[in-house]
């Protein structure tokens, strides 16, 4: 390797918000982290921070109910930005009342959040995408917004399993101008060299040189 890779050297927990306008009112770039319940959302960003329990984990679905902010620090490249964990979609067992809550909340901070940059959107490596997947994709190509599709627990798979789902994600889900699914896996730390260059390229000015 002739270059080093780079890497978080902190992050810290901000604020929690439920709903758009509790947002933090600052300058930092947001990459926002989107997929239904239980995929591993919290769990990635605890890997890529490499902090334990930074964002809560859980074996039962529906864990984190609030948009959580975390600001991290990278080095190699050198930037700083701001990881958004929102709550999972397509959790059954609480209230449609509370489902279709959450829904607005989530549509409307990738609408309308302007701090916003890039979307992470997590798909289990195991599973082909689902409806709910389909549908929050279109919201997002109607948000404008790039996305960055993560086939999450990927040690739970073959690697030619991993190369089939990498390649059936690309053909159901990316737009011509979107980075190339990634490979990840919170448990051995697949992939995540690779998604921060992805975020660095989203959240760092671009060099003329
Ligand atoms: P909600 O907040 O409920 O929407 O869930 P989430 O998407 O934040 O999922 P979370 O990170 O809490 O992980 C759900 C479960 O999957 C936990 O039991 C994790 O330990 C497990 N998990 C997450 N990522 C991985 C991974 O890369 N590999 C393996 N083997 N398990 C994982
Ligand atoms: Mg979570």
């Known amino acids: ?23 933090p009112d ?36 529906g864990k984190t109910r609030l948009i959580n902010f975390f600001e991290v620090r990278v080095h190699n490249p050198d930037f700083t930005f701001c990881l958004v964990d929102l709550p999972g979609y397509g959790y ?3 209230s449609k009342t509370e489902q279709e809550r959450w829904g607005k909340t989530i549509e409307s901070f990738l609408l309308k959040r302007r701090n ?14 689902t409806p709910l997947d389909h549908q929050m994709r279109e919201w997002l190509a109607h948000s404008r917004r790039p996305v960055i599709t993560v086939l999450t627990k990927a040690d739970k798979v073959s690697r030619l399993a991993g190369e089939n789902m990498r ?5 159901e ?37």
Request: proline share 7%.
């Open 167 to 171: 390649r059936t994600a690309t053909i």
């Open 26 to 61: 600052h300058d930092l770039l947001e990459i926002a982290i989107t997929g239904r319940s239980n995929v591993g959302k919290s769990s990635l960003i605890n890997a890529l921070c490499n902090i334990k329990k930074l964002a809560k984990t859980s074996k039962t679905p």
């Open 116 to 129: 916003l940059v890039a979307v992470g959107q997590l798909i289990d490596t195991r599973h082909p995408p």
């Open 1 to 23: 390797m002739d270059k080093e890779s780079p890497a978080v050297i902190s992050a810290k927990f901000l604020t929690s918000a439920a709903a758009i306008n509790q947002s």
């Open 173 to 209: 889900l990316l737009s011509p101008y979107d980075p190339a699914p990634v490979l990840f896996s919170a448990v051995n730390r697949q992939g995540v060299s690779e998604l921060l260059e992805i975020i660095a390229g989203f959240v760092t000015p671009t060099k003329s040189d």
């Open 92 to 94: 059954a067992r609480v």
